[in-house]
């Protein structure tokens, strides 16, 4: 299968962003205020050069109504 026709992956940052930012309203800047972590914590996970810790998953299962395994398992 040649390279091109392969389906990049989906990070977890273009799920929290495309998904619940985006339709929330929620800028980064507003969701690390309320998830009470630093604004570059939030824009590296969404740029994806960062992985979702336990951390970061228990306080986006909280302020967004998930679970902590949604966001580790992505």
């Known amino acids: 299968m040649p390279i091109e026709s392969r389906l990049r992956p989906i ?3 273009e ?3 495309e998904e619940f930012m985006a339709p929330l ?5 507003a969701l690390s205020h309320g998830l ?3 604004t570059n914590r939030i824009s590296q996970i969404v ?3 960062r992985a979702i810790t336990a951390s970061t998953a228990l306080r986006l299962s909280a302020f967004l109504g998930t ?3 949604f966001w580790l398992n992505l």
Request: without cysteine; proline residues 15%.
């Open 15 to 17: 799920i929290l962003k």
């Open 47 to 49: 740029a994806g050069k």
């Open 36 to 38: 009470n972590v630093p």
């Open 11 to 13: 990070t977890p940052g």
């Open 67 to 69: 679970t902590p395994q």
């Open 25 to 29: 309203g929620l800028t980064m800047s």
